[in-house]
Structure formats: C-alpha cells, structure tokens
C-alpha cells in the first residue's frame, strides 16, 4: 500500500523500505523481509528483499523517566535514521515498526515513546510514511487504545488485529489517512489495490470487532488496564526482591504487558523457555517465554487474585528450571 501510494502519486522512485532493527511483523515473505532475521526467518533469508534496517533500540527501562539518559540511549537510532535519510531520502517509501514494544523477534523490547515520536518527525521531515505495527499492542494492550498515543502520533498505515475482535474471531483491519485513500480512489481502475483476501471484510469478524468496542468503551476496559499495569509492577517487586532478585536482569511494564528478563545466554533455541512452559503447564498456567523474556500478556478481565496465582506460578516455575 506504501510503495503504491507513491507509484500513485506519481513517485515510482520511492520504493525502499526502512525498518527498526529487531521487529517482527509477521511470517508473509513481505513482512519476513521487514523483520528481523531472527530464528524465525533465517532459513528464508536468501529469498527475502532488502531493506534499510535501524539500530534497534536499547534503553533501560529505569531510564525511562529521565529525559537526559533517553536522550543518549535513542541517539545511535536516531542518527542512522537521518543519515540514511539524507542519502537516501527519495528512495524512501516508508518506515515500519513496532511502537514501543518490540514482541515476537526482540523478546518484548520496550523503547520510550520519545523515539517513536523522534521518528515519526524525520519521517514527516522526508516525506516518508510510516506504518505502524499495532497488531501486538493495539486494542488497549499498552493502557492507551494505540500505543501510538503515548508518542501523541497517528501514522500513515497501522496494522489491528489481535484484540481488535477481543481474541473471539480471527480479525485483522489495515488503516491508512484519508490521503492515501484518496490516491487509490479513482476511476482509473489501475490505481486499485488489488490486494484482497479469501475473508477480507468477513461479517462474523466485523460483527465481532465492533461488539468488542462497544465492550471497551461500556466497561471502561482501560482503567482495567491501569489497574493490571499496578497488579504486574506490585507483584514484580516482590519477586525481584524474593530469591529470583539476583537472576533478574530487568522487570518492565507498560499497561497490560509485563516481562521479567532473566540473565541468561542464548536465543529462542535455548531450553530455558521451553522448560519454564512446561513447568507452568503443569502448575495450571500457559507462560511462552521468549529467549530469556517471561512475559505476561493476560486478558483484560483476569481478576487480582488470578494473576496473582500467575505470578506464584511463574515464580516457582522459574525458581525450578534455574534450579535444574
Ligand atoms: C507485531 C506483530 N505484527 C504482525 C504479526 C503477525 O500477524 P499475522 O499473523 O496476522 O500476520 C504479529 C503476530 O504475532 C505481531 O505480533
């Protein structure tokens, strides 16, 4: 859709895309060729195209609240950004990511909304677009519907799905501005994206979507959120002072999300989060960690008490495979 907005416009030229190093956006060879070439995707490699990929972002999460440190840790992002810009900036169509979460291929890498909005300038700056990933963090995940709200953003292209139906249907919408509808709506039939799927528009899906709404907006579901966001920080201290303390090499936390960080070595390809799911499983909680990431994601209606039962789970779960 980027790429033909441009050839739309009349910009043919600007047909190369930018990526923020560690993304993951899906397993399509498209959405490969944006991500990161993590386990997931190196055996496609050879097949993939080329893109222009970012540093990815590293910022302590205690960093989060000081302006100063922001600053320095966003810097190496930012500069290979506007160089690549600078050089390349006609070539450009778009720049995707994740906004402020970084799922799947970075095991949750939480980055603060000052890049995003850093970003989304030099893109403005250079008339590139920017598609955002809200596929992970949409539909109220972060304690804002988009995530792209916390950076006070709204890109070019977002991509729902997830929660955007509540997790009953399969779901997924693509939202682009008004100007990039406008530059396909025309009588010339070859503007068109011709890009339909076997269940594009589904009734059952949009029937679903919309009841989820109408549940988020009836039972207040963000301030649900807010109230999850307190419940995950409360109970990652107590496990950071407990007997995992000294294992633990970062707890972070944004709305619904929660991720403990373990010191470990190695990638997805390591026992250890296979181990920690089967020795949650057995306790009576489904955990997937990623790498050394354990993270939580729970439904917006679990009750305090269930997730404190999560926690005990998780807790003693770890406590067993390090044990081992
Ligand atoms: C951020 C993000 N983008 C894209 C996807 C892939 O979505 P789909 O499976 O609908 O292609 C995922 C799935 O986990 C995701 O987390």
């Known amino acids: 859709m980027a ?10 030229q600007k047909q190369e895309f930018v990526t923020l190093g560690g993304g993951y956006h899906g397993d399509t060879f498209g959405t490969m060729s944006v991500g990161a070439r993590s386990v997931f995707h190196e055996a496609f490699a050879p097949l993939l195209f080329d893109v222009h990929t970012l540093p990815q972002p590293k ?26 810009l600078t050089s390349r900036g006609d070539s450009i169509c778009a720049l995707i990511l994740e906004p402020l979460i970084q799922g799947a291929s970075a095991g949750f890498n939480f980055y603060p909304p000052e890049l995003l909005r850093a970003l989304y300038d030099l893109s403005k700056q250079y008339d590139v677009l920017l598609i955002a990933d809200e596929v992970f963090t949409g539909s109220g995940r972060t304690g804002k519907f988009y995530a792209c709200e916390w950076a006070g953003i709204w890109p070019d292209i977002m991509a729902l799905s ?19 509808f406008q530059a396909f709506y025309s009588d010339d039939r070859k503007t068109t994206l011709f890009h339909g799927h076997s269940m594009t528009g589904s009734p059952p899906g949009c029937a679903a979507a919309l009841a989820a709404l109408d549940v988020f907006e009836a039972q207040n579901i963000l301030e649900r959120v807010g109230r999850l966001e307190s419940g995950h920080r409360a109970h990652q201290k107590r496990i950071t002072a407990g007997p995992l303390g000294a294992r633990i090499r970062e707890g972070r936390v944004l709305g619904s999300v929660a991720v403990l960080e373990f010191n470990l070595e190695g990638d997805y390809t390591g026992e250890f ?9 057995g306790r009576g909680a489904l955990i997937r960690p990623l790498g050394s990431a354990v993270y939580l994601t729970p439904p917006y209606i679990i009750t305090a008490d269930q997730l404190a039962q999560t926690y005990e789970i998780l807790e003693e779960s770890v406590i067993e495979v390090l044990k081992n």
Not at 162 to 180: M, N, R
Not at 273 to 281: F, I, K
């Open 162 to 180: 997830k929660g955007l139906s509540g997790g009953t249907l399969p779901f997924a919408a693509t939202l682009a501005t008004e100007e990039i």
């Open 59 to 84: 910022v302590p999460f205690a960093d989060f609240d000081r302006d100063y440190k922001i600053k320095e840790h966003i810097a190496p992002v930012l500069k290979a950004y506007r160089s690549l």
């Open 273 to 281: 989060g296979w181990r920690v799911m089967q020795a949650a499983l």
């Open 3 to 12: 790429y033909q907005y441009y050839l739309n416009s009349g910009r043919p």
